[in-house]
């Protein structure tokens, strides 16, 4: 079945830092979601980027379709950027997105 | 536009009680989807209406689970003989069908305890 891998599992930073989070995926994409979900657990959408790249503020995605993978960029990150952030999937012909298992970022003063 | 909302927010209950969870898709959206996520987990999908008609349904969604979306607007999530390992958060997100792009927007959950 379609797979989602994100990594890594985890990460500390320290406020002001740089990071790179990837997701693969398993075939070919119809759909690709990055979210964060905050302590309260909602889903907050970051990017809806089946292919190419978009940026918004400190934050900017890549997706190489035909590599099946995407990268979340986030630049000077603050102690609000801490929570997990989950990329999420459909293939072709389907709409149920299939998630990864997130990766936990903490942000230290 | 308000967003997807979710009714109750938390609901706590005692095994082999009957719940039922509603959600409103933000207006015009006409896919719903409902999820569910348990500790330490990504969501997992559950099932999936377009307007009234349920098109999709996972094998997670065992027989005593049911949903509706009678009018294509809103939906209900029912659970009935609930066991402990019903706890968890379920999710419903809504998206408006649309062939260049395609976003699913999150409720805020509903948090099931059943002791």
């Known amino acids: 079945g379609i797979q989602v891998e994100q990594s890594p599992p985890d990460l500390i930073l320290q406020e002001g830092a740089n990071s790179t989070l990837r997701c693969n995926f398993s075939?070919?994409?119809?759909?690709l979601q990055w979210f964060h979900q905050n302590p309260w657990g909602q889903l907050i959408n970051l990017f809806y980027i089946p292919s190419g790249t978009k940026q918004n503020g400190r934050l900017s995605a890549t997706t190489v379709a035909t590599e099946r993978y995407s990268l979340l960029y986030i630049s000077s990150s603050q102690t609000t950027d801490s929570g997990v952030y989950f990329c999420a999937y459909s293939g072709a012909g389907s709409y149920q997105l299939t998630f990864g298992k997130g990766t936990k970022l903490s942000v230290i003063p | 536009d308000t967003g997807v909302s979710q009714d109750p927010r938390h609901k706590i209950t005692k095994r082999g009680q009957n719940v039922t969870f509603r959600c409103d898709p933000i207006s015009e959206h006409n896919r719903l989807y409902w999820y569910r996520q348990t500790l330490g987990q990504g969501p997992e999908f559950l099932t999936y209406?377009?307007?009234?008609?349920?098109?999709?349904k996972s094998r997670l969604l065992s027989d005593r689970f049911s949903a509706e979306r009678p009018k294509g607007s809103f939906s209900t999530l029912e659970i009935q003989r609930t066991e402990q390992g019903d706890s968890a958060m379920y999710l419903c997100?809504?998206?408006?069908?649309?062939?260049?792009?395609?976003?699913?927007?999150f409720g805020p959950g509903t948090r099931l305890l059943v002791l």
């Open positions: 075939d070919s994409v119809n759909n």
């Open positions: 997100a809504s998206s408006l069908e649309d062939r260049h792009q395609e976003t699913q927007y």
């Open positions: 209406f377009q307007n009234e008609a349920q098109l999709e």
